[in-house]
């Protein structure tokens, strides 16, 4: 079964801090690892994605690092904002045609402000 | 979502009744899927189309087919639905080079 493992499960952080969640895969012919973001009701949005050629990706305050021998990849949320209070989904992907994406079971990050 | 939706967006039904979720976008993407998600589980992908009338098996497809006579329309049937298939149903689209899914806002399946 291909597997994406993510952690924690729940994160809580303080505002201004920095919230991180970690995944890891099994799969080797994964090409693509995107980090999605979801609010309540809401179906998840496109946050960050990253290739494997490269180990590390920054958009703003979000930062995906990844390392392939590991077969880890990780968000960063810098600066967390009571607003980055949501789920967030990692995945992964492989091959040509259809994406489809693999995904975490999820984490659900509250920001204290 | 811009340039998909799903309707309904919520809908309780009866044990071994027939369900049908209608997943309509306007982007003329190739590619559409069904997922649905539950706690602890993630998105788990059910079916994919990756062209009119063209359609594979996800991950967890027991229960369910698909269809797909246009572009615009994917449709999502329970043929006899259990209360194991109480879920929340994301539709999502991508077109071809396009690596990062639109989803729908979901629709929320309770059965009884």
């Known amino acids: 079964q291909q597997q994406v493992k993510q952690s924690p499960q729940s994160l809580i952080v303080q505002k201004g801090g920095i919230s991180i969640i970690n995944c890891a895969y099994e799969n080797t012919a994964f090409d693509y690892f995107p980090w999605y973001q979801q609010f309540p009701g809401k179906g998840p949005a496109l946050l960050i994605a990253i290739r494997p050629d490269v180990s590390e990706k920054k958009e703003g305050r979000f930062t995906i690092s990844f390392n392939k021998s590991a077969k880890q990849f990780s968000l960063h949320i810098m600066d967390s904002q009571p607003g980055d209070s949501a789920t967030y989904f990692c995945a992964a992907s492989g091959g040509q045609g259809a994406q489809k994406l693999v995904f975490g079971q999820g984490t659900r990050l509250t920001i204290n402000p | 979502d811009a340039g998909i939706t799903q309707s309904p967006r919520h809908k309780v039904t009866e044990t071994g009744t027939p369900v049908t979720l209608r997943c309509h976008q306007t982007e003329n993407h190739r590619y559409m899927y069904w997922y649905r998600q539950d706690p602890g589980h993630g998105l788990r992908l059910i079916h994919y189309s990756y062209g009119v009338k063209d359609t594979d098996k996800g991950e967890v497809s027991d229960g369910y087919s698909v269809s797909r006579s246009k572009t615009e329309d994917f449709l999502l049937t329970l043929e006899s639905a259990t209360s194991s298939q109480t879920s929340v149903y994301f539709c999502?689209?991508?077109?071809?080079?396009?690596?990062?899914?639109?989803f729908g806002s979901g629709t929320r399946l309770t059965v009884v």
């Open positions: 999502a689209i991508t077109g071809t080079g396009n690596y990062g899914y639109t």
